[in-house]
T-cell receptor, first 115, second 115 residues
């Protein structure tokens, strides 16, 4: 089955710096890669996603890049703010078959943004 | 605010009790999911319902019994749980489960404690 590895496990930055979180996946059939932000006491919140026919996607301060050949994708947060502090999860899934959209998650990155 | 509503937010129960977790969404989504999340870990898929039919059961013990009464509601019936079942139980929904590139939206979960 699919395996997703996520690095780093913890990331500490100063407010205004950029943060980058990287994930690799094992199954070349995976074609959908969402990123979730989970704050304390809350459920995971979808912040951005990318499909395999796209190499990069941006939404304000957040961007995701995908390298299908190398089977890795990354989350980039620019101009970080204290409210960006949370746990971030990457995930991968594939269309069709009997997968039914099953998400395979990375182990998570605890991002701390210091004022 | 999340568009997937879960009740109750917290639940404490004994090992001999029977209780139910509820999940509701009004986004017209036709796929609904139950996940279990332990502290500092990613969510783990338990069940997937697609068009009100159980499509995936990730070898979950029979003390957990899912039910999908209609396309907006998802229940998880609990009976004779063990202390190791204490966790955050998350519900999610997506437009369709058959297409793996459908975004899943999570509720804020039910924090379950087994005494």
């Amino acid at each position: 089955g699919e395996n997703v590895e996520q690095h780093p496990s913890t990331l500490s930055v100063q407010e205004g710096d950029s943060a980058v979180i990287k994930c690799t996946y094992s199954d070349s059939a995976s074609n959908y890669f969402p990123w979730y932000k989970q704050e304390l006491g809350k459920g995971p919140q979808l912040i951005i996603d990318i499909r395999s026919n796209v190499g990069e996607k941006k939404d304000q301060r957040i961007a995701v890049t995908l390298n299908k050949t190398a089977k890795h994708f990354s989350l980039h947060i620019t101009e970080t703010q204290p409210e960006d502090s949370a746990v971030y999860f990457c995930a991968a899934s594939m269309s069709g078959g009997t997968s039914y959209g099953k998400l395979t998650f990375g182990q998570g990155t605890i991002l701390t943004v210091h004022p | 605010d999340t568009e997937v509503t879960q009740t109750p937010k917290h639940l404490v129960m004994g090992m001999t009790n029977k209780k139910s977790l509820k999940c509701e969404q009004h986004m017209g989504h036709r796929a609904m999911y139950w996940y279990k999340q332990k502290a500092k870990k990613p969510p783990e898929l338990m069940f997937v319902y697609s068009y009100e039919k159980l499509s995936i059961n990730e070898s979950v013990p029979s003390r957990f019994s899912p039910e999908c009464p209609n396309s907006s509601l998802l229940n998880l019936h609990l009976h004779a749980l063990q202390p190791e079942d204490s966790a955050l139980y998350l519900c999610a929904s997506s437009p369709k489960a058959g297409d793996g590139d459908q975004p899943q939206h999570f509720g804020d979960g039910t924090r379950l404690s087994i005494l």
